[in-house]
DNA sequence: GTCTATAACCGGATAGAC
DNA sequence: GTCTATCCGGTTATAGAC
């Protein structure tokens, strides 16, 4: 019992401090080592808990992937109209990103480095893209939107919301050139920015 | 004579060699055994005309960030409208990462690790992104336009455009599941819907 | 489970002959 | 300029005592 608590402790401990080496380092960068020293504990035993660093970057790779996924889909389940889902959308992400804003390009490039996490990671969870497009296309339909294709407007919803946190060190840098205070009010007001922004793209009736 | 033209030949080999691993394993996953390797010459030369693997990779990464700044403020220079400007960009954009599509997550990936490349390149090419603003004020209010703050239009244009080259391994696995084909044909159709979605975001006056 | 010590290997960099 | 051989530090991983 002893034994077990102090088990689980000690591995969540490593988990954690795997997370963030990796997550700001990723996997080549990593050190096993630097690891070890920020879980406060002997390097040989992060080895006894993962055996090796591939299958320690797995298990945080899929906790960090869940983190984001778990919470993107139960905002989409119960969405109901195109502009709830905009609220939902952007509202999970701003809430996941502003805390943990290297998320993006963790997963970016673990993933395009490494394609078959993504065949590995699919069969567990796959994203309802087939219910979403529907509901794009029902109000479509039914309210009269323009009619771009639904897969163009959620890759558009993705990429206005992550790009700029993905991207957080170049838009930091060339186009508020460092000023982070200028940079802060931008994300804070990127957020409805992009809302009215989307519904103005594809509501034909205008609400400025 | 022939000397400096063996020379050169060598460097420019090495350079291609590099770019090609460097922008694909990132600095931290590329090994100067496999640029050798690919530069079909000794590993020894590689150290011999860069010394080290640090100075090789910032020449890659200057010259692969100039390409894109080069075409791109090129573009800009010439825009009169925002029109234009929106042609230009996603134009500009869609041919050069066409054809390089691990650009964005290379440049992404590199220049959050390493901020300090940030500084040594603004320091060299600043992105004029005063007058870029300007244009796109002056529009709003000679034309008329939905009143967006310009540099979050800005940052939309890169983020609709950028995204989904940066992030592509994620888009084709789990919006199209790895359908290829589907996934070309959205690319394909994408910089048209670009234009089209930002022109019904910000003009008042419908064209559908 | 936890530690120390060390094996085994790899990768960047250099020496030195040609 | 080009090659072979090699050094040397660092990194993953394991052996083995406690």
């Known amino acids: 019992m002893n034994n077990m608590a102090k088990t689980e ?19 080549d960068g990593a050190r096993m080592q630097e690891i070890a020293d920020k879980a406060e504990i002997n390097k040989a035993m992060v080895h006894y808990y993962f055996r090796t660093k591939q299958k320690l970057f797995e298990r945080v790779f899929e906790n960090v992937f869940e983190v984001v ?18 609220e939902n959308i952007t509202g999970t992400y701003f809430s996941v990103l502003a805390e943990k804003p290297y998320i993006p390009d963790f997963v970016i490039h673990e993933l395009n ?25 029902t109000e479509i339909q039914s309210r009269s939107l323009k009619p771009f294709d639904p897969l163009q407007i959620i890759v558009n919803v ?11 060190s170049i ?29 103005s793209a594809i509501f034909k009736d205008q609400k400025t």
Chains 1, 2 share one sequence.
Do not use: W
Not at 69 to 86: N, W
Not at 160 to 167: C, E, G, N, Y
Not at 172 to 198: A, C
């Open 69 to 86: 996924a778990e919470r993107i889909s139960s905002s989409l389940e119960t969405s109901k109209s195109i502009d709830e889902l905009l």
């Open 113 to 137: 480095r490494n394609p078959e996490l993504i065949v590995h990671i699919i069969k567990t969870r796959g994203i309802n893209k087939a219910k979403l497009s529907e509901l794009i296309i």
């Open 9 to 27: 402790n000690t591995e969540l401990k490593i988990v954690e401090a795997a997370t963030s080496v990796f997550v700001h380092k990723g996997f």
């Open 158 to 168: 993705l990429a206005l919301t992550i790009f700029p946190f993905a991207a957080s």
């Open 171 to 199: 838009i930091k840098g060339f186009i508020f050139e460092g000023d982070t205070e200028k940079y802060d009010k931008f994300v804070n007001e990127r957020r409805q920015h992009i809302i009215d922004f989307v519904k």
